[in-house]
Nanobody
Framework: QVQLVESGGGLVQAGGSLRLSCAAS????????MGWFRQAPGKEREFVTT???????NYADSVKGRFTISRDNAKNTVYLQMNSLTPEDTAVYYC????????????WGQGTQVTVSS
């Protein structure tokens, strides 16, 4: 089992930045593929970015060049640096984890709200 706790959300003006953190429990954190997803009001949850245990990264086109995912396996933490935020980035952001051989994310955090004002 992996427990995930997000933090760092809040209210920011358009053009601003936020850094989200996701702290994971468990001794095998480094084995997991970690991802960030988001869900805006009235919309489906969507993929934002993912990072493998050895550092392979993918981003959704909507955040490329603005968001950066990173992980610190020694601290069992994954980060999401979000720059040049727009109101369209307003959503609840979720951290998720899966083992490399699984296609679905098995573990999810409770989410953290990000609100970008215009």
């Amino acid at each position: 089992q992996v427990q995930l706790v997000e933090s760092g959300g809040g209210l920011v003006q358009a053009g601003g930045s936020l850094r989200l953190s996701c702290a994971a429990s468990g001794r095998t954190f480094s084995r997991y593929v970690m991802g960030w997803f988001r869900q805006a009001p009235g919309k489906e949850r969507e993929f934002v970015t993912t990072i493998s245990w050895y550092g392979i990264i993918n981003y959704a086109d909507s955040v490329k060049g603005r968001f950066t995912i990173s992980r610190d396996n020694a601290k069992n933490t994954v980060y999401l640096q979000m720059n040049s935020l727009t109101p369209e980035d307003t959503a609840v952001y979720y951290c998720a984890a899966r083992l490399p051989d699984r296609s679905q994310y098995e573990f999810w955090g409770q989410g953290t709200q990000v609100t970008v004002s215009s």
